[in-house]
């Protein structure tokens, strides 16, 4: 994750990598520009300035996340959410970012990884749960 010294902390972004490739990126620029908001209705976060989440219908193919669809404050106040509660909280949340997490937390063992790919609808947290298969 970064921010750019000397700015009010609007610009920034976190994330995810994997083997050096970018798999998803979290950007308050991207998240304001395309939405006009400053956060996801579905990361449940304090900003109040949020967009509605994207109909599956609605996304493109073959990205596992739509440009801006998360900003850097819903990755920043989901991951600290994230390491306060218990996992399995994490993995019926409504929230995508929380759910993506406990697909990689090594709490969740294979069986719970294949029950929640069996349901899970958004691209992000699939790819993650593949990734996780792949890797164990």
Known sequence: MTSYKGSTGYIGRAWITLDGEQLVNFSN???FVEFGTMSNIS???IYKDQHEPIKN???SKDKIMEKGEFSKYDFTETAWEFIRMDIESAMISENPILR???AVDRRVGMKRIEKLKSSEKHPMVLRLLEIR???D
Do not use: G, L, M
């Open 43 to 45: 990361a449940d976060t």
């Open 100 to 102: 993506s997490f406990a």
């Open 133 to 135: 298969e792949q890797t």
């Open 29 to 31: 620029q991207d998240t």
């Open 57 to 59: 219908e609605e996304r």
